[in-house]
């Protein structure tokens, strides 16, 4: 795993080759975007890439707080403290563009009502998957 | 067209009072069950009886819209909303005092028309799905709630 690691380390560097005695060969390419793969997979429980205006999330994040009676301070934009029991966890935003941020999730660890925060959060914004949406009437 | 029920509860450090308020206001409703997306066109007060609303439910990828419709609220002690379409459900919230806090128990009544059996899981895997969600429910009502 280390040697796999290593050349895809030296690939990404640039060093197609470790003085000739270690070749770069396409098993080790492929394992390391598998092993970036599973990384971006397990990123994804705490940074997301959401197309959004700033102002709009922050507003959503504040009110959604308040219905869970979760403690929500911004001491500066796009930065969030969520107090709970007297733990506190950061929630932050990053922005890319007008439309395009980061958001970087608290670990939830302990706290039910920053879970149900982000839970909440992960219903609105659901990823790049469009949904079927079926409307049912009464007959 | 089958009907189903099923009953889930919990002890809550809270008043009877404050329980039933939080779990009639239908505002807060998306933050603690779990497959409800959001509820939008609210119509009247958000926790009076005869209040309609729209909702969004999740589930397998697929969101369901339809309505709903408070149909009894006693401050402190029980509230209950149906919602109407494809599938028809009936939930309904008690609150009694518990030692210091309060026992709230919910009760779920659902019919799965015929016609709509044949796009859902098998009724197997919808009354477990159900029950789960039935059980995530209380359970976060209490995180949320507990003093």
Request: charged share 20%.
């Amino acid at each position: 795993m280390a040697v796999v690691v290593l050349r895809f380390g030296l690939v990404l560097a640039g060093y197609p080759h470790l003085g000739g005695a270690m070749p770069i060969d396409s098993v080790a390419l492929g394992m390391g975007v598998v092993l970036l793969g599973l990384v971006m997979v397990k990123m994804d429980s705490y940074v997301w890439l959401l197309r959004v205006k700033a102002p709009d999330l922050s507003e959503q994040i504040r009110g959604a707080c308040a219905g869970p009676f979760l403690d929500c301070e911004e001491p500066r934009p796009g930065l969030f403290l969520l107090r709970s029991k007297g733990e506190t966890r950061r929630l932050q935003m990053v922005c890319l563009g007008p439309r395009m941020l980061i958001l970087l999730l608290p670990h939830q660890g302990g706290l039910g009502k920053v879970r149900l925060l982000v839970q909440w959060l992960s219903k609105q914004y659901a990823g790049p998957i469009p949904r079927v949406t079926i409307v049912l009437r009464k007959e | 067209m089958a009907a189903r029920d099923y009953q889930v509860a919990v002890h809550i450090e809270n008043t009877p009072e404050a329980v039933i308020k939080y779990v009639a206001d239908v505002r807060n409703r998306p933050l603690f069950f779990p497959s409800l997306k959001s509820v939008s066109d609210i119509k009247g007060d958000p926790s009076a009886v005869g209040t309609t609303w729209r909702w969004t439910f999740v589930a397998l990828a697929t969101e369901f819209q339809g309505t709903a419709k408070c149909l009894e609220h006693q401050a402190g002690k029980l509230y209950s909303f149906q919602t109407a379409g494809g599938i028809e459900s009936k939930f309904t919230y008690r609150a009694q005092p518990d030692k210091k806090g309060t026992k709230l128990t919910i009760d779920l009544e659902y019919t799965i028309p015929q016609h709509m059996e044949s796009r859902l899981p098998t009724t197997k895997i919808a009354d477990a799905m159900k029950k789960a969600e039935a059980d995530q429910v209380i359970q976060n009502l209490k995180v949320i709630l507990d003093k």
